[in-house]
Nanobody, 124 residues
Framework: VQLVESGGGSVQAGGSLRLSCVRS????????MGWFRQAPGKEREGVAG????????YYGDSVKGRFTVSQDNSDNTVYLQMNSLKPEDSGVYYC???????????????????WGQGTQVTVS
């Protein structure tokens, strides 16, 4: 499974961005996908996740009500719509995928096997 993120950039506080993550390869084996971010000097943080079959979503506390994760199965893409952005949302955003449902691991970095290269988001 290969993952490619896009959509990052620079935006002013209060603005919006939409990130995309396109998966290829053995796409039908993927059961869940997650969005993570990492700011300089900080650990990677789980932001949002989605179970692809059920469409159930989960969010980290810091982004609830502002970020929305969604999927378009027609083109194997997962999106992260980010609204009301804050400077503390800045960082490199990664999407991740795994073949197991793992009900407790949707926002846990260690439970994902496949990772994209990341896309930079800067909020000023």
């Amino acid at each position: 499974v290969q993952l490619v993120e896009s959509g990052g950039g620079s935006v002013q506080a209060g603005g919006s961005l939409r990130l995309s993550c396109v998966r290829s390869g053995d796409t039908h084996s993927v059961k869940r996908m997650g969005w993570f971010r990492q700011a300089p000097g900080k650990e990677r943080e789980g932001v949002a996740g989605i179970y692809l079959d059920a469409g159930v979503t989960y969010y980290g506390d810091s982004v609830k009500g502002r970020f929305t994760v969604s999927q378009d199965n027609s083109d194997n893409t997962v999106y992260l719509q980010m609204n009301s952005l804050k400077p503390e949302d800045s960082g490199v955003y990664y999407c991740a995928a795994d073949r197991y449902v793992d009900l407790a691991g949707i926002l846990l970095e260690r439970t994902y096997v496949y990772w994209g290269q990341g896309t930079q988001v800067t909020v000023s």
